[in-house]
Nanobody
């Protein structure tokens, strides 16, 4: 039974940092890719970042602009999203998700399992 649990959201001032965690179970990172998506109020969900052990690749949306870093701790079955230089427009619910082919994508329809989100609020 695949499960993903995102945590680490909160309220931060513009320019600040947060680290989101996605603890997963029911699969190994050797087999799946893990991604982060976000949904801001009134907007569609969009891809933020993805990491794959299959090809060692990481992907970031253009709006990340080098501010975020995705990483894994295989021993803890956890994927992290370090977010620096946060902007008010980064305010959203952030979701972690798993993709069963192991290949990275920022396309929502490529992902098979979704966890509950964690809210990130960036104040100006």
């Amino acid at each position: 039974d695949v499960q993903l649990q995102a945590s680490g959201g909160g309220l931060v001032q513009a320019g600040g940092s947060l680290r989101l965690s996605c603890e997963f179970s029911g699969f190994t990172f050797d087999d799946y890719a893990v991604g982060w998506f976000r949904q801001a109020p009134g907007k569609e969900r969009e891809g933020v970042s993805c990491i794959s052990n299959t090809d060692g690749e990481t992907h970031y949306a253009d709006f990340v602009e080098g501010r975020f870093t995705i990483s894994t701790d295989n021993a803890k079955n956890t994927v992290y999203l370090q977010m620096n230089s946060l902007k008010p427009e980064d305010t959203a619910v952030y979701y972690c998700t798993a993709e069963t082919t192991g290949w990275c994508s920022l396309e929502e329809n490529e992902f098979d399992y979704w966890g509950q989100g964690t809210l990130v609020t960036v104040s100006s």
